[in-house]
């Protein structure tokens, strides 16, 4: 449950929002258009570069996995 704080503080957000957008006349919705692109844009590099490490963590694991399968098989066939 989320305490009053949080959602005076999510509705401030909202204001400031809305206040960001009421600053522009009526033929400004390139600047509008500008501002929401630039978010968008931000947000997909981020996902991107995050997908892109855990991409290589799961490589990684993959190597080390095929390494450890080819040691037991290794040690296996000294024992045996």
Known sequence: MLHAGAIDNTAQKK??????FKKFKVGDG????????KYKQSNESAVKSHSKKMNQWFSIKKCHRMNNDLARK????ENN
């Open 15 to 20: 204001v400031l929002l809305i206040k960001s």
């Open 30 to 37: 390139k600047k509008k258009r500008k501002i929401t692109q």
């Open 74 to 77: 290794s040690n296996w066939k």
